[in-house]
């Protein structure tokens, strides 16, 4: 799926996963390669996720049910863990850059298009 900052009319991805089961969001980009510009995952449901068994950074957006921004952590290194995000519904995970180059920030809205297209990753 692609996913849009509704706000600046930019893409933040346009290879995009849904992770929408228990195992896939645990596995989220483990035993994956590095994604590139434009590939991603989504995670729903979800409000804090894990990096733990990953060798690279990634960019995390935690987004509420409406699409807006609630959070964003640029380069998240593996091994580690964030915090719960209080009314985030939905996690995006992509390669670094992503949020400086789709030029997202809190508060902006983003919009799947379609999530009912969306390929589940497993």
């Known amino acids: 799926m692609r996913i849009e900052n509704r706000t600046r009319k930019t893409l933040v991805g346009t290879r995009v996963d849904l ?42 957006l935690f987004l509420d049910d409406r699409g807006r921004v609630l959070e964003m952590i640029r380069s998240f290194a593996p091994w580690k863990k964030t915090s719960r995000v ?23 809205r983003t919009e799947p298009q379609p999530l009912t297209a969306a390929r589940e990753t497993e």
């Not at 929408?20 to 969001?25: D, K, Y």
């Not at 209080?86 to 902006?108: C, D, F, H, N, W």
């Open 19 to 60: 992770a929408s089961t228990w195992w896939g969001r645990l596995k989220g980009f483990i035993g994956r390669q590095e994604p590139i510009p434009g590939e991603g995952i989504l995670l729903w449901p979800c409000n804090a996720v894990h990096t733990y068994g990953m060798s690279f950074d990634l960019d995390i």
């Open 86 to 108: 209080p009314g985030a519904r939905y996690v995006l995970e992509g390669p670094p850059g992503m949020i400086e180059e789709s030029q997202t920030e809190v508060g902006k």
